[in-house]
Each structure stands twice: as structure tokens, then as C-alpha cells.
């Protein structure tokens, strides 16, 4: 049967068919060949503007974090502050929240200025409000918020550092910005930062809250924002001020412990003087600070009772900048 | 039947016995008068040298800490040290493990400067071992352990701190001195400090120990160093060294997490120099940091795999000593 088989395509095809055979399959090794060495060509990084799909897998969502920066009246600052912001280690995505009413985003300049590491998307608010930051955005898909004022630089060393201390401590808003609360013996309490008398807990400060606008916290918080009670909504509108303070309140009840803990930061610059709109921010308004006193008064009473906790940790980053930031003259 | 009753006393014992009867009551009256007025001044701190029994509840178990002090051939700076810790704020009771093998403790000179704020045991060994204080010592009433060496001042306010912050991490090894150990492409790793090279997990130091001689842990952990392997026994009486290092492999495989925090000091001084007894203490030998990197890859062995995790948290007191130590130029 084998010898019978074989004798079959001379019998039947004849040479010239033979022939044929192996030129088409010369042709198909050839063309086999030039397709495998095309195949690196195609992922090659030179290809021009090749627009690449955003790889949800590249970052983690437990290993990474979204920034969300509101911004008003300030859009100079903001671009400046993409360019650095965009390139953070661990970095998911950028939420901008765009509080400028009826003004086109520059989402088209963004994108023509493209490509970018990360995906940013520009939230486009019906009305300039304060605590539109503190939306539960659909975009967010990371466990960790890193919440930023649009004039506010912090060094990526900084951030790299104070997301590694967040992800040890998650329940609690890891931050750059410290301030307390006093109690007085009226039982009125009044907002201030250390130029404040002690607290009196043993020596030194204490911080009682860490300010949102460039610090670290779950994003689960921006979830439970959304079931405050309708007068913490109508405190912020009103003095479109205090959704920071809200929120340590928020935090501290869920918690039962201080709300923030603080990071010294290396390297934090406000930029607010190199806006060219003129704009300076609303902590420049001769209210302010009597405001977020006025703030938390009135969040012991819609909470009915102070939930704000004292703290006197203070996290620095072993080793850095200087390899011998904790020398003693041991 | 009233009248009957008043006229009996009149009647029955006559005018003699009335008056003996007043009398006795004046005097009665006036005794009493007399011990009311002086049962204030028994209580009186003027009164000399009554020994005060120690109060067992004036310092809950769970509120203060145990000193243990190990102390070989330099009674001259314990007795300084002494006088300093024993005031240390929440210290409950202060023991002394007297390695001086067959010489008096200054148990009775000790008496004679009495009365002391806290009691203090002299516990005799009968052998000169490092790894005595390590012992699980049934006078040991409260959670948290101060260990200190004994030529080690560490100030009252970095105490007080540091212990507070055991309380917010009461599994770790809350303590002043911070050391590493590093791998090397050979798998034999090194001990060391911030001159070593740094492990290279992002930017700046890193460390995976925090040394026992300074700092405070849970008393739970004599408990559990004495049901480690007889290696280990014998490798510390073998080097007379790097019981502090079984310590912190002990307490990360226990945790699964760094082993230690570091609390950055502001006062911590090394009082080897005061000495009058021409004792130096044992990390001058020359072999001192050779045999700890020996101890680090025998513990390896002994443990079959390296349990030691590098943090880079370093803690300071918010806003001490200087009011504003956390103050940025935003």
C-alpha cells in the first residue's frame, strides 16, 4: 500500500504539476518569511501618531491613583501643572473639573499636544461650585484619590512618598496641609493653623484635619460624600469655602480617629502669583479664614458633636533627600 | 409614763452622779475634739521617712511601661541613668538586669536615696549573658517594654512621644535607631546604617530594623522569645551580640510587616565617654559589625528565608520643639 501510494503523484499529476507545487510553496515560505519580518515593524515606537488605546491593564487599580484637580479662572496654571502632573509614578488618569461656566475646556489643544502617559478627562460643570470636585465621577476607577489645588506643585518625590504612606494608611486623608481646630472656653471653636495655640496635649502642636487640596485618600470617601446630611451641601455652597473641612469631619466619624495624617513635603509651591488671569484664589478673600471657623461650628451641629480628632505625627522620608536625614550625634 | 422616766434620774442616782456624768461626756467631747484635729497631721508630708507602699493602681498597665535595663561594669552611669528615667512620664516600673556576676547591686544605696517615684527590682544574674534581659520577667505587669542600654540618655520629651506612638503601633518595634541589611548577588547579605548603600526601592533609605537598645515594644514578645529555636539562644551567647537582630526577625515574621518604626530623636545622647570604669561597651570590639552581618545570614538560615521588610516611615513630633517645625514656604 505504501509503494502504491507513492507511486500516485507521478502517475497522476505529472512533472509539470509538480513543478508547480513547489513553486507555490516556495512562494508561501517567501511570503511566510517577509510577514514575520515585518511583524516588529509594526509595534515599532517610530511610527508616527499612531493613536494608542489607553491599556486599562497597565496600572493597576489598587496600585495607582487618579488625580482630581478642580480649576477656575486659572487655565495657565493648569496646563503647567498637566505637564508635570501627567508624569507622576503611579498615575491612572487625570479628572479636571471644569468650573470655568460656559467656557470651551482645551481639550483639543491637549489633544493635539498629544500623545499623553495617562488619559485626562475634562468634566465640564453646569455651575461654579466648590464641592463640584467632590463628584462620585464615573471615570474613577482606582481606589486612590489624589486630590490637588489648580495652583498647587508638589515634586513627584513628594507624591511617589506620600502614596506609599497612603497605601499603609487608607482609611485616613494623607496630605501636605495640617491645621486644627482650637476649643475655647465658651465652647466655641475657631479654624487656625500653628500660629495657634497648642492644644494643649502634652507639648508641642497638634493638627486635627489635613486639607484636600493636595493630599491622598480612598476614593470610597467621595462615595459617602454623596449621603451628607442637605445642610453640610448648602454650608459649602454658601460660603464656597469648607468642603475640606467637611470631609476630615466625614472621615474622622468613619473612623473614629484623626482624620489626616500629615507628610512633610520636600518641595510644595504655590503658583498662584504666576497666573497671568489675576486670579488668586479664594483663600486671598478677607473672610476666609473667619469662614472655616464659622464652618466648623456649624458642623457640630449638623453632626451634632465635634468627631475631629488630634494628631502630632509628623512622616518624613527616610533617607531623602539628604542619605543621612536622620543622623544623630550619637 | 414621761414624767415617771424624768423624775428617775433625779430620784435614782441624786445630784453627785449627774455631775460625774457631765463631766465624763465634757471629757469625752474633747478627746473626740482633740483626735479630729490631729488626724489631718498623721497624713502630713512633713512627717520624716515614712515608707510609702507603691500604689499598683496609680499607673494602669495598659497606660504606662516597663523600663528594663541591662547593665554590665558601669553601675556609675546606671545610677545617673536612673535618676533620670525613673521620672519618665507613664513609666510604671523600672527593672535592672545586673549582669555584674557576683557583686552586689546598689539595691541598699538605692533605698537610702529613697523614697523614688516608681519601684525598681534588681534582678542578679547568674551568668553574663547578652540575651538576659530578654527574659519574660513575672515582674512585668504592663503591655509596653522600654528597652535602653545603659549608657544611652534618651530625653523625657522624645520618650513620652515615642510611646505615644507605640500606642498607634503597639505590633512594632517603636524605637530611636534605625539599621539595615542589604543583598548582594551572592545571597550573603550585609548589615549596616545609612552608609551602606541603600536597598533601592525608589528614592532615598531605607530600614529593616530598629534596634532594641533604645525603644519600645510589646511585653507579648519576651513571651515569644523564649520559645525560639535553641539556635538562636546559642548564637547570641556565641557572639554575645545580635540579640536585638533576633528580635527584629522575631517580631516581622510575627507581623509579616517591617518590624520596626523609626522615631526621629531629638535628644539622644551615648554616655559611654562619662564612664569611670574604663568600660566601652561592645559594638567597639572589633569584630562588633562583622558578627552582626554573620548574625543576619545565620538568622536567615535558622529561619529558612529572610523575614525582614525595609520601611522608609520617618516620624517626628508636629510641631516639637520649634512651634513651627512643619512650616513651608507656600
Redesign the interface.
Known sequence: RYFHFCKLPGRVMGIRLLRFTSVVIIVLLLVAGALTALLPNIKDDKLPNLRREPKPQSQSALDSFTLIMQTYNRTDLLLKLLNHYQAIPNLHKVIVVWNNIGEKTPEEMWNSLGPHPVPVVFKVQSVNRMRNRLQNFPELETKAVLMMDDD?LVSA?DL??AF??WQ?FPEHIVG???RKHISTPSGVYSYGS?ELQ?PGF??????SMVLIGAAFFHSGYLEDFQRQPEAVYALIDETQNCDDIAMNFLVAKHTGKPSGV?V??VD???LEKDTNSGYSGMWHRAEHLLQRSYCVNKLVNIYDGMPLKY???????????N????????
Request: no cysteine.
Open positions: 498647587t518625590h511617589a512618598f506609599s504612606v499603609q501636605f496641609v495640617p500653628f497648642n502634652g507639648n508641642g502642636d497638634q493638627y500629615f512633610k513635603p510644595i509651591r504655590n494628631s502630632n505625627i509628623m512622616i518624613s522620608q527616610f533617607g531623602f533627600p542619605y543621612a536625614n536622620h543622623k544623630n550625634k550619637m
